[in-house]
């Protein structure tokens, strides 16, 4: 076998010594019950849109759909983030833009992280601007501490400290989203292929 297969050998992913485990799959799944009853709270007699930032926010935003009990739909958009990189360019694009019209609805963004915040203050003044009833934030983790421009989180999961992290939708260049847990990447200078 050539160096460069080695990387699909059958050494365990979710092993993968370069992961430190932050929260369980059990301590994820608790803490999205909890914000599912309250959002349902919340939003009691209403019909929410969830609408899911893409790709880090759809295993994060499955599980929150099922612990939200109430009429609701679920829409995706796509914004131009990392890459392959760890940190922010700054730069805030739609790539993929909603399907349906928004006025008069209760949005629910649902994110998987809020790092320098640029994204999400973008994304969230995007969709006032479109004339919806309501506009709110779930975020699955805050990386307070790298805070550039401030953005209200309706509904939190964990705060975390200013680590990379990965797992439950997060990746590091398109790697790690399936992990059933979150971890932080010891050494983000390790490349996919490397370990
Ligand atoms: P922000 O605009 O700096 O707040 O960046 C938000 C986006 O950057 C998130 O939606 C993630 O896609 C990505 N991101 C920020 N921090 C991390 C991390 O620790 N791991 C994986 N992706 C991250
Ligand atoms: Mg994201």
Redesign the pocket.
Known sequence: MSSSSTSARTASEFGNPNLEPLFTGEQIQARITEMGAQIARDYEGRNPLLLG?LK?ACIFLSDLARAIDLRLGIEFMAIS??GALTR?SGEVKIVKDLDVPIEGRDILVV??????????SYLMANLRSRGAASVKLAALLN?KERRLREVQIDYLGFDIPDA???GYG???AERYRNLPFIAMLKNPEVTAQEI
């Open positions: 930032v880090g983030s990392y922010s994110e998987d992280i809020i790092d320098t915040g640029l994204t999400l990386k990379f992290v990965v997060l990746d590091f």
